[in-house]
Nanobody, 124 residues
Framework: QVQLVESGGRLVQAGGSLRLSCAAS????????MAWFRQGPGKEREFVAA????????NYADSLKGRFSISRDNAKNTVYLQMNSLKTEDTAVYHC?????????????????WGQGTQVTVSS
């Protein structure tokens, strides 16, 4: 089992950048594929990006490619989400998730463990 704690969310102006972190504890995070999801106000939970256990493979939502970047540091048991050129529509609670299986799938139901989330608000 693994526990996930997100941090780094805050109020930021449109066009700005933000880096979110997800710290894992318990079972070694390198045992899991990791992902970020987000849920905006009144919206469904949405896949953002996923990264393999080693960090060698990634998968992104098509709409976010080029602006968002996922990475991980297994020595620190931490996964990151770098978000650039932020838009007001990026406003959401961002959740970190972990999956025992290796495939970098976009379906939220495929993930086994979840963090509580961190709020990102992008103002115009």
């Amino acid at each position: 089992q693994v526990q996930l704690v997100e941090s780094g969310g805050r109020l930021v102006q449109a066009g700005g950048s933000l880096r979110l972190s997800c710290a894992a504890s318990g079972r070694t995070s390198s045992s899991y594929a990791m992902a970020w999801f987000r849920q905006g106000p009144g919206k469904e939970r949405e896949f953002v990006a996923a990264i393999s256990r080693s960090g060698g493979s990634t998968n992104y939502a098509d709409s976010l490619k080029g602006r968002f970047s996922i990475s991980r540091d297994n020595a620190k048991n931490t996964v990151y989400l770098q978000m650039n050129s932020l838009k007001t529509e990026d406003t959401a609670v961002y959740h970190c998730a972990a999956r025992l299986r290796a495939a970098l799938v976009p379906g939220w139901a495929e993930y086994d463990y979840w963090g509580q989330g961190t709020q990102v608000t992008v103002s115009s």
